[in-house]
């Protein structure tokens, strides 16, 4: 992620550069990212059978703690035997200490936490940075775990899964190594250290290291052991490694799975009689079951040599994987000796090709476009700690909306995630743990400086060694936002050596990727850039950016996409807000063991960086995706969800009702889906029809004869169950609207008994049941009415044109640029006023000059004498200052209890110009208190558009009808703009007597083509220079 910095010069950062031999500490050298670890290697078994695999000892759980605010104040003997710990804190792990009461979690998108002098991170910061009272903090872990049985042919291999930043280890007061590289595994052979019954393990985790120079990555800075840890039991001659490739030939009926792997010796002597049996079972494309053994005989094996062999196991007529088809066979791996069964690994593989045919990237043969996002890993109470349920729970709901490709931003995911993509069938960039955002987009005071290639390259290599056997990933990325020059290069070296069946990327540095990448261009401009490149295909990393109120214009994108062949497509930046939850007295996280709630209790709320007095901070910077960290769906996901369908559907003939359907899947045939047809007939429901697909073409069931608007939805449905979706599961929708509503916003021909009486400043027109409106004769607004002696507005009905600005719109100008619109109000003056008695109706109405915006403006009622007052406004710009308005129609306040909401319009979800085609017209009611989205910042919500009639009740049923002759936009909130823009988060937002409410002909579009400068598309603005006029109706309701 995004905003670019200044860049400082080459010339002056070249200085800060510290060469190893000056370096004290291990953790200030950039020439060592770890001693005595191991290879890395693929993931061995498969993450969901590890925890059962008796192979396999965990050492999650409760451990002693020690927190240092710095490196001199560390316990520095606590790995000693006898070491008394008994008034240490306790902490679980996996966690973040910060998390867990200790420290401060830090928020940045790009600046570094601590002053830039690589590779120190301990040089002295300014005094309101949290690193100058904290320079490097320590956290020192310390437990116990017992060992039964020390077998001599074994072999004991610790194991992590990731550690931030940087750490050191012991085993019984031995040092066993130090390890960096904080998404990526770490593992020591512990054998020589252990003992038979209990063993100590002691850990020393640095906050900061020169490796966090390459790990700056816009997220909460935490820090910990998080993610799981554990010992290995392997035989003293073991497979080390193992690559599965499973390929196809050209015609992609035949395959062959190839399976590469290493063998050591670690037995202290020749190892002979030793074979590794590959078995590979599945389902061909034919249906029939498949199972393919073959064994290799391996030769002698001296001791401590590793070497490499290779076994094959040919398949015919494969069912292939794709993201659509994610078809996988089992793969089991056997090592025997002399015929004796020493060691067995289970795993899985999938058939599918990768390649890129001039600018058209294709899998199996097949152009593909990646309908992507962009997913950390986080949840709001245990920060980057994920457990599986979670995972899964991800993965679900990217499903259904339709996503098909995910990037791993901005590091490798735990290992688990990958297996679960391979089953669920996602597309997959795996992302290298590098960014050096805070040094300058395609820097090379890193990228090009000698001392750090083997600090990049350890990035690559632990990436791909560990992910290499999982289908799902198709694409190797060397990090974001990161450096270009020599070492980069090396990384792509490194990366071939192992893998070249599949595509190498890099946004920063674009002569070693494969694909071609510009991120956060507008949708024309992606299509231009498209248009220009035509040696690969063009990739947007990071689009549509989800901040807030935000996801405007995502057909556009959509629409780009498949204009040109050469584009890939883009993932949406992002997946899950990252906001943690704090409590609201202090500056605590309530740690909770998941999967308890993620969501806020009353005595908490959604934060933000500053909001735990860490600085530097990019504020809300992080909240920014289509769901809450809750997983909660914002609107915008349910946009994603409508416009990345693969199934795209139009009217064919209205006469017939018939409607063709375009198919957008890469490898599902349409026919493979349920269709149902269902209409309605203004909001209520008429019929609902299954319906078959024919040569493309789906015959609807005849349109209602009755009098309304009629809206057909038209719905593709799972014919069977799915792992991410049950039978009937809507995959992709349409609406189309017939005979469109017509009103209704006549005034009804009856004036009643009504009195008119004047004053200085109010006129009044009433009747004697306790109906009565009062209008302002200086503003012009409607400032009181009364139905049957009760009050139904508490404050004024006037013209309104000012809009809280959302997120985005907080960072492109839209304050300065329409703020004249919000002061307006105080400027305005009425120039005429009228009061017309007539037989149908009592009508009033004032001229009034808004010499501010340069206009004029006519403000009509007609009161009828059943209550009903139908409200004109007619502008008419004469001298406009601005080219936009936030929003053309007007503002009332309602009294709370009308809080019962029911309208007729696009729903259930809140709308916008720009984000609406996800939400369907009907009929739909919730309660105030449930109609915003639960963003975390105050800002624009709520909004309704397309609608028809909205209503306003109490709970005897009571209140206000709203109609127009033509479709309108509502929002309703129980504060007004002016708590918005007073508070900064949502929470802080009060609960008041009075509910806004904004009806509107025209309002201005969210936006989000990025969340730094983009302004909404000029199509979804309000054009300030033209005439409109607006009525609505207004009915009491008994």
Request: proline share 5%; aromatic share 12%.
């Amino acid at each position: 992620m995004k905003r670019s910095i200044a860049l400082m010069t080459i010339a002056v950062l070249w200085q800060f550069i510290v060469v190893a031999g000056n370096n004290h500490h291990d953790w200030e050298d950039e020439n060592i990212v770890g001693i005595n670890k191991l290879p890395y290697h693929a993931t061995m078994v498969l993450p969901s059978l590890r925890d059962a695999d008796e192979r396999w000892l965990s050492l999650d759980g409760i451990w002693h703690f020690k927190w240092s605010p710095d490196p001199d104040c560390r316990p520095a003997d606590f790995y000693r035997s006898g070491f008394d710990t008994s008034d240490w804190s306790e902490i679980d792990v996996p966690g973040h200490w910060q998390l867990q009461g200790f420290g401060k979690a830090i928020y940045t998108n790009q600046p570094y936490p601590f002053v830039l002098n690589p590779p120190k991170v301990t040089d002295e910061p300014p005094a309101h940075y949290y690193s100058y009272l904290h320079r490097n903090p320590v956290g020192s872990y310390r437990r116990s775990f017992d060992i039964d049985r020390l077998a001599a042919d074994r072999r004991y291999i610790l194991h992590f899964d990731g550690v931030e930043s940087a750490m050191y280890v012991w085993i019984n007061g031995h040092n066993v190594g130090y390890s960096q590289n904080s998404n990526s595994p770490a593992e020591f052979d512990i054998t020589e250290f252990l003992v038979k019954g209990e063993n100590t393990i002691a850990v020393e985790v640095y906050r900061w290291c020169d490796g966090s120079y390459l790990e700056d990555q816009d997220m909460w800075r935490l820090s910990g052991i998080f993610r799981s840890v554990g010992i290995w039991t392997r035989p003293d001659v073991h497979i080390n490694d193992y690559f599965i490739q499973s390929t196809l030939d050209d015609s992609m009926d035949n395959g062959d799975v190839a399976l590469t792997f290493d063998v050591i010796n670690l037995s202290g002597k020749d190892a002979g009689g030793v074979a590794v049996e590959l078995s590979v079972r599945g389902t061909d494309r034919n249906g029939n079951v498949v199972s393919v053994t073959a064994e290799k005989p391996l030769a002698v094996l001296k001791n401590k040599e590793n070497v490499r062999y290779t076994v094959n196991c040919p398949v015919t007529a494969p069912s292939l994987w794709s993201a659509e088809t994610p078809n996988l066979y089992d793969v089991t791996i056997r090592m025997k000796k002399r015929g004796v069964l020493v060691e067995t690994f289970t795993y899985h593989t999938g058939f599918r090709k990768i390649k890129i045919d001039g600018e058209i990237f294709k899998i199996n043969g097949v152009p593909v476009k990646l309908k992507g996002i962009n997913r950390h890993e986080f949840l709001p109470r245990s920060g980057r700690t994920v457990d599986a349920s979670s995972i899964h729970n991800d993965l679900i709901l990217m499903k259904r909306a339709n996503i098909n490709m995910i990037r791993t931003s901005h590091y490798p995911d735990v290992p688990l995630f990958y297996e679960l993509c391979d089953r669920y069938g996602f597309y997959v960039m795996d992302e290298a743990n590098h960014e050096s955002h805070g040094l300058g987009l395609g820097n090379k005071i890193l990228g090009d400086a000698p001392s750090w290639e083997k600090a990049h390259v350890d990035r690559a290599l632990s990436l791909v060694e560990r992910d290499k056997n999982h289908p799902c990933v198709i694409i190797w990325s060397m990090g974001n936002e990161g450096g270009s020059g020599a070492n980069l290069k090396a990384m792509r070296n490194a990366v071939l050596s192992i893998d070249s069946t599949r595509v190498i990327y890099s946004d920063t540095d674009r002569s070693i990727s494969d694909i071609y990448d510009e991120g956060y261009l507008s949708p024309n401009d992606y299509k231009a850039l498209a248009d220009r490149i035509s040696d690969r295909p063009v990739f947007m990393r990071e689009y549509a950016y989800a901040m807030g109120n935000s996801t405007g214009n995502l057909k556009e994108y959509m629409d780009v996409f498949y204009s040109n062949p050469g584009i890939l497509g883009g993932a949406i930046w992002e997946w899950c807000d990252k906001s943690l939850i704090k409590n609201i007295n202090s500056d605590s996280v309530d740690y909770r063991k998941m999967p308890d709630t993620q969501h806020p209790a009353n005595d908490e709320f959604w934060a933000i960086g500053g909001d735990f007095g860490d600085f530097p901070n990019d504020a809300n910077y992080g909240i920014d995706g289509i769901v809450g960290s809750d997983r909660v769906p914002h609107p915008g996901y349910y946009e994603v969800r409508k416009v990345y369908q693969n199934l795209e559907f139009a009217i064919a003939d209205t006469s017939l009702m018939t409607v063709s359907v375009e198919n957008r899947y890469d490898f599902l045939p349409a026919d493979d889906f349920d269709y149902v047809c269902e209409w309605y007939v203004d909001g209520h429901p008429v019929s609902r029809d299954y319906v078959m697909l024919k040569d493309g073409i789906l015959h609807a069931s005849e349109k209602p004869d009755t009098v309304g608007e009629k809206c057909l939805n038209i719905s593709a449905v799972l014919r069977k169950p799915t792992l991410w979706a049950d039978k009937g599961f809507a995959v992709a929708m349409e609406q189309f609207v017939f005979d469109e509503y017509a009103d209704r916003c006549a005034v009804e021909k009856s004036r009643a008994d009504m009195t008119v009486n004047e004053s200085d400043r109010l006129i009044t027109v009433e009747r004697k049941d306790g109906f009565k409106l009062s209008f302002d004769k200086i503003s012009g607004a409607l400032v009181g009415w009364y139905y049957m002696d009760r009050a139904v507005i508490e404050a004024p009905l006037e013209p309104y044109f000012w809009k809280p600005a959302n997120d985005v719109q907080r960072h492109n100008g839209y304050n300065e640029r329409f703020g004249v619109w919000k002061e307006e109000i105080k400027s305005r003056h009425v120039t005429g006023c009228d009061v017309c008695v007539t037989d149908s109706c009592v009508r009033v109405s004032f001229d009034i000059d808004l010499s501010a915006v340069g206009a004029s403006y006519n403000l009509q009622y007609d009161i009828a004498g059943s209550g009903v007052v139908r409200v004109s406004g007619r502008y008419n710009p004469y001298n406009p200052v601005a080219q936009f308005m936030p929003k053309y129609g007007f503002r009332v306040g309602i009294p709370i209890k009308y809080d019962n909401i029911t309208w007729y319009g696009r729903g259930e979800w809140e709308s916008y110009p720009d984000r609406k085609t996800g939400a369907f017209i009907g009929l739909y009611r919730k309660t105030l208190d449930c109609f915003g989205p639960d963003y975390v910042m105050a800002q624009d919500n709520s909004n309704r558009t397309d609608v028809r009639w909205f209503s306003l009740t109490d709970a005897s049923g009571q209140g206000l009808r709203f109609t127009s002759a033509t479709p309108f936009n509502f929002r309703a909130w129980p504060y007004d703009e002016d708590d918005i823009e007073a508070v900064k988060h949502k929470y802080e937002l009060p609960i008041r007597s009075c509910m806004t409410v904004n009806i509107d002909r025209f309002i201005h579009g969210v936006g989000g083509n990025d969340g730094w400068g983009a302004k909404t598309a000029p199509e979804y603005c309000v054009d300030a220079t033209e005439n409109y006029c607006f009525d609505i109706l207004i009915s009491p309701i008994d």
